[in-house]
């Protein structure tokens, strides 16, 4: 999955503890035409790079609501806004706005000496688009099934390509204040991509002992993730608590890297856990 810090794996960043949008609460979320901001802070623990095999510890937090009846969602440093307004009476809805984030990986030292040898990357900057649809009322009157993708491009000199999430996800709730909300991920990139985050240059390898390698692109990962969130005041505003569970797998050229096959593992895991509260 893509890493933003954080977003569902394997490319989970660095510095935020939930990996998709926190509800507001149990019930779902407030009506769409309530405005309402939830603010949540806890604590995750995340692979040390994208394909890693160790882990840290990562405090961070999650912004979310909805404003006029436009949705916003601020996980860690990407920022979404759909532009187009909830309306409550429609059982099939669009979401369509901006995406705007920063991708840190190993931007910082990692543990792995091979790795750190190889230096640090610069930050990316990612612009793109956000679209879906949802459909309310599957099985129950209080679930939602929605398939979306985002595409996003460097816009900073970083990786300088784009990237491309598609996702399916399932929400309902279970009781009167569980909230659950499942999804399946995938995350598609190309060779510019893979040669900046997965490659060895000659003189990588000279510096690290890693083979030279030069990735390909395509299918970068699948993977899956659960969220959960308990209200604890009962009602729509007020406090909650929330967790997430998700596992990827690195694919193609992406697995094959020295990064990934000699220093690190294809399977990635994330999970935090939190208390957020909405007003």
Request: aromatic share 8%; proline share 7%.
């Amino acid at each position: 999955m893509s890493r933003y810090l954080p977003l569902p794996p394997p490319l989970l960043c660095a510095a935020i503890a939930v990996a998709a949008p926190l509800p507001a609460l149990a019930q779902g979320g407030p009506p769409p035409q309530e405005d309402t901001i939830t603010v949540g802070l806890g604590l995750g623990v995340t692979t040390d790079y994208d394909g890693a095999n160790e882990y840290k510890l990562i405090p961070g937090g999650v912004l979310q609501g909805t404003v006029r009846g436009h949705d916003f969602r601020l996980n860690g440093p990407r920022l979404f806004i759909d532009a187009i307004p909830n309306d409550p009476a429609r059982r099939v809805e669009l979401e369509l706005g901006p995406v705007v984030g920063l991708r840190t990986n190993r931007t910082g030292k990692v543990e792995d000496p091979q790795v750190n040898a190889l230096g640090k990357l610069d930050t990316a900057v990612e612009l793109g688009l956000r679209g879906g649809i949802g459909i309310s009322g599957i099985a129950s009157r209080t679930d939602k099934l929605s398939f979306t993708a985002t595409a996003v491009r460097d816009v900073a000199g970083a990786h300088d390509s784009y990237r491309l999430s598609p996702a399916i996800e399932y929400s309902t709730l279970v009781g009167r204040r569980t909230f659950v909300r499942a999804a399946i991920t995938a995350d598609f990139a190309p060779g510019d991509y893979a040669r900046y985050y997965f490659g060895v240059t000659p003189e990588g390898s000279a510096a690290s002992g890693l083979a030279a390698f030069d990735p390909q692109g395509g299918l970068e990962s699948v993977g899956a993730n659960v969220l959960a969130t308990y209200s604890l005041s009962g009602g729509r505003k007020g406090w909650s608590l929330f967790g997430i569970a998700s596992y990827s797998r690195l694919q193609g050229d992406f697995a094959a890297s020295p990064l990934v096959r000699d220093a690190g593992s294809a399977n990635q895991f994330f999970g935090s856990a939190g208390v957020g509260y909405t007003f």
